[in-house]
């Protein structure tokens, strides 16, 4: 036997492509298993799931989740959790509705408001946890109890609507046909063909990159095989959502700010680093890293971003309530989690968390379809929640 | 009288893309020492873990024979019981726990779960004389040096019935006081029948020492030495570990020292947590135009918390003082100032101050100077990245299955090459190094060594911290000896030496102790 020989090279084709199958099935493995739930209750909803109103109002209803899984995941990337989030959606949504509704302030204003009182609220957290060194865990936990209370007080525990329709059309509205087909909405038709186009290329793009630069691709099948994939879902969406009344605004919305995010968290240099604090802070701020104000900044990110969930929350509903978005910090932190997230940071992906939080909606919205009361809904997320992190544990320690 | 009493046979064992360990046999002697050496990434270590369990039986091929019998650990446990006991390349002591809490962690002297603390405290004692640690067993860990902790480490080991110690790298980190205490320590737990292996590269050590001498080469037993009866010169060592003769340690170098590039004039230090103490006491020293800087000392003389204190502020309170380049104030009153004034630091303890452990090698070669490989928005330029990590893996010889590797899982000497890359890639006037060769190979020594000459060349100022005297010799022109915050001692390095360097810092030992 010869030295130093690598495993590549006594590797038959079959081990390798076992090989390539079981690297590749952690990267992919929450949307396979998005996929199957999906498969699942389509069957045990007699294809009630897929329907074009079903799968709008899908999207309707899990929007704020996945706005503020994005935003939860930068913050537990960077080593942190954010408890918060839920009350903060909540006043947020109670100052834009005593805006609108006591004072007619314009609703363009209120949401510009809104979004700046939400960075502040995430900045005043972020000053503690960045600055005064208090956990996240507990300033957060904090904030999570002042602004439940705080929302409280500006309601004076009532519910305030309802809005002016273009506030409402924030989470209601869909976009505008130009060409004007009875039956089906072309707009949104074209719109899925331009962005799987765009992935597809972007995609082919990056392994030209990496062929050029001399590293290992996946194999040309394997590469076609998941744009093909990608390129179907994606046009049979759009197609469903075409033949009701086209994409949401809403959706529109989620598309911009996942590409965004996903852009900043892999190409950007600030996406780095928060990556890298995460990883671990002491070596980050040797080298040169501002680890306080990238803390502080993914906590202003995160009020933002959980500013904007609570106006669609507020939008939906047509109304401000005391409860509103309670409870919902769990489903958004569980998304970053089920979408691979580290629990001690320097690890998860955007797309990831968005899976999360689709696997989350899904399972909401089928099990509500096939009748299971809310309470054995709890219960069956949380072991979802529980298997999908052991899953993700145990692929993780085999490679 | 020699019977085997460890037998390692046709052990195998990969990594996903890398085969660390290729048919590897090992045998070691009841009652020697013996001596495991080899390049970075040989795999010392690997093979060590394989014996003791950690990498449980099945991850492996080949067979384990101790004592005669045919061993498959399924964890270190069960190694443990057989009385083999390995003591790791990295410590695994938990700092806010006491000695005694640590030595017994895991082996509680305990009656239904409840601890006899009293048992506990006596047996630590009784461990700690036999060792020769005079510290009481209440004390915590985190109080302690290194060298000390290094020896609650061994006491932990006794504390298990141990027929065969292993030692990763056991004086890496110690000074040449400690390292010789440590040794003697082996030398008299082998008078007592104890068996050993022990990892090191630093070859004089092992001369000293060993019995025998396993020497392992890209994962696969290259041969054993006996060195009982006929002595074996280091340059024997080096030939079958790098499989060619190294005629020279130090590469030879025209040194042309040009001005005087670089000062820290009065500079004072506080304690971070104890802000009466004062831990740099009003140091002044410069650094010249191509010019190698070696400060020597005692482990705890101060010399990190010099380097980290001028670096960015990154150690320390009420600092005061001023540092120069080119003879102009500079601010370096943050990292990332200190950074853009052309400063760097490559840390000693690269696990948790250098290396983002979780994240590949091209991430952290590249971590410091982000800029160079990103455009004006701010977007990372991915492709030049990779080629950048690529350039410092292949002239560093990093050894590793690609750049995205992740560091975690390089071999210590390997690891400590990702940091240095990451220093040299954000270009530096002035490079600090502390211990940049410790835990590395003889043949990576000299191509750390050939970097620094060929940056004092390009014309930078180095200044090298480091506990080994024969390196700071043998690479510096100049050197400043550091005792207890102060600078106690400055040579040029022809009129130093080993002995002159000692009695500047035992002097001064002595002044302050009358
Ligand atoms: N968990 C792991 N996953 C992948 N590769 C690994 C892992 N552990 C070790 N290796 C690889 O196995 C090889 C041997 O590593 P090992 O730590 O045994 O080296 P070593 O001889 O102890 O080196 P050093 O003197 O630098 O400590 C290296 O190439 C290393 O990168
Ligand atoms: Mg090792």
């Not at chain 1, 209601?172 to 331009?194: E, K, R």
């Not at chain 1, 696997?359 to 929640?385: R, Y």
């Not at chain 2, 019981?81 to 895991?106: C, D, R, T, Y």
């Not at chain 2, 990103?374 to 977007?379: F, L, Q, T, Y």
Request: include cysteine.
């Amino acid at each position: 036997m010869t030295t130093g020989t690598t495993l590549a090279r006594d590797n038959s084709p079959v081990n390798s492509i076992v090989a390539l199958f079981k690297n590749n099935l952690r990267q992919y493995s929450m949307l396979i298993a998005l996929i199957a739930i999906m498969a699942f209750f389509q069957v045990m909803t007699d294809g009630t799931l897929m329907k074009p109103v079903n799968l709008t109002n899908l999207v309707l209803q899990n929007s704020y989740i996945v706005i503020m899984a994005i935003g939860m995941l930068l913050v537990i990337v960077a080593g942190h959790i954010d408890l918060s989030v839920g009350s903060v959606a909540a006043f947020v949504g109670a100052v834009a509705a005593v805006l609108m509704v006591d004072y007619n302030v314009n609703f363009i204003l209120v949401i510009i408001i809104g979004l700046v009182l939400g960075g502040v609220i995430g900045a005043a957290q972020g000053y503690w946890i960045a600055y005064q060194r208090i956990p996240s865990f507990i300033a957060t936990l904090a904030g999570m109890l002042v602004f439940r209370g705080l929302t409280l007080a500006m309601l004076q525990g009532q519910s305030v609507g309802p809005f002016p329709t273009g506030f409402q059309r924030l989470s209601s509205g869909f976009l505008p046909d130009v060409f004007g087909h009875q039956s089906l909405h072309i707009t949104s038709l074209v719109i899925g063909l331009v962005v799987s186009l765009a992935i597809v290329y972007l995609d082919w793009r990056g392994r030209r990159n990496q062929v050029k630069y001399g590293f290992e691709v996946s194999p040309l099948g394997l590469f076609v095989a998941k744009n093909v994939l990608i390129t179907a879902v994606i046009l049979y969406m759009s197609y469903l959502m075409a033949s009701y009344k086209g994409l949401p605004n809403v959706l529109v919305v989620l598309f911009i700010l996942i590409v965004a995010y996903a852009f900043f968290t892999n190409q950007t240099v600030s996406g780095r680093r928060i990556y890298a604090m995460g990883g671990n802070a002491k070596a980050a701020a040797l080298s040169g890293i501002n680890t306080k104000l990238l803390t502080f900044l993914t906590f202003v990110n995160m009020g933002m971003l959980a500013a904007l969930g609570g106006l669609i929350i507020a939008a939906r509903l047509n109304v401000a309530t005391p409860k509103a978005g309670t409870g919902i910090e769990l489903d958004v932190i569980a998304a970053a989690f089920i979408g691979g997230a580290s629990a001690t940071g320097g690890i998860g992906t955007v797309i990831g968390a968005v899976v999360g939080a689709l696997v989350m909606g899904v399972m909401n919205n089928g099990m509500s379809i096939v009748g299971i009361g809310i309470d054995w809904q709890q219960a069956i997320k949380g072991l979802v929640l529980l298997f999908a992190v052991w899953f993700d544990v145990r692929s993780r320690m085999k490679s | 009288m020699s019977s085997v009493i460890l037998e390692m046979r046709n052990i195998t064992k990969t990594f996903p893309g890398v085969k660390a360990l290729d048919d590897v046999n090992f045998s070691v002697q009841q009652g020697e020492i013996h001596a495991l050496v080899g390049e970075n990434g040989a795999g010392k270590s690997t093979l060590m873990k394989v014996l003791s369990g950690v990498y449980p039986h099945g991850t492996y091929t080949g067979e384990i024979y101790f004592q005669g019998e045919l061993c498959q650990f399924k964890d270190i446990s069960q190694s443990e019981k057989m009385g083999i006991v390995i003591i790791h390349q990295e410590l695994a002591l938990i700092p806010f726990l006491s000695i005694a809490e640590n030595i017994f962690l895991g082996n509680e002297q305990a009656h239904r779960g409840i601890v006899n603390w009293n048992v506990t405290i006596a047996k630590t004692q009784e461990l700690l004389k036999k060792v020769g640690l005079r510290e009481s067993p209440n004390t915590l860990i985190t109080d302690l040096g290194v060298g000390k902790q290094q020896l609650v480490e061994i006491a932990k080991a006794l504390s298990k019935e141990v027929k065969l110690l292993i030692l990763d790298e056991p004086t890496a980190s110690l000074n040449e006081t400690d390292s010789e205490a440590l040794l003697e320590l082996l030398l008299q737990f082998k008078q007592q029948g104890m068996t050993s292996i022990l990892i090191s590269h630093k070859l004089n050590e092992v001369n000293k020492v060993a019995d025998s001498i396993t020497i392992l080469r890209d994962g696969a037993t290259i041969e054993t030495l006996d060195s009982r009866n006929d002595l074996v010169t280091e340059d024997r060592i080096i030939r079958g570990m790098v499989g060619r003769d190294l005629t020279h340690r130090y590469p030879p170098r025209e040194a042309e020292i040009g001005e005087v590039i670089f000062e820290v004039q009065n500079w004072k230090v506080y304690h971070p947590i104890h802000p009466d103490r004062k831990v740099i006491d009003d140091v002044n020293i410069h650094v010249r135009k191509g010019e190698v800087v070696g400060i020597a000392g005692l482990m705890g003389s101060g010399r990190t918390e010099l380097a980290m204190s001028v670096f960015g502020r990154a150690y320390g309170k009420n600092i005061s003082g001023l540092v120069c380049k080119h003879g102009r104030e500079i601010d370096t009153s943050s990292v990332h100032k200190a950074i853009a004034n052309g400063l760097a630091y490559a840390t000693e303890d690269r696990k948790n101050y250098g290396l983002v452990l979780i994240q590949p090698i091209k991430n952290n070669v590249t971590l410091a100077n982000l800029e160079a490989v990103s455009g004006r928005a701010g977007v990372i330029n991915k492709p030049k990245e990779m080629v950048v990590a690529k350039d410092y893996r292949t002239s560093l010889s990093i050894k590793s299955s690609s750049i995205l590797q992740e560091t975690v899982n390089l071999s210590g000497g390997n690891q400590q090459k990702v940091v240095l890359s990451k220093w040299l890639f954000s270009n530096p006037d002035i490079l600090i190094l502390d211990e940049p060769t410790r835990g590395i190979d003889v043949g990576a020594k000299y191509e750390i060594y050939t970097i620094i000459n060929r940056l004092a060349e390009e014309g930078k100022g180095i200044i090298v911290i480091s506990s080994e005297l024969p390196e700071i010799l043998g690479i510096c022109d100049r050197i400043y000896v550091m005792n207890e915050g102060k600078i106690v001692g400055e040579m040029s390095a022809k009129e130093a030496s080993q002995e002159k360097i000692m009695a500047c810092i035992m002097q001064q030992q002595e002044v302050a102790q009358s």
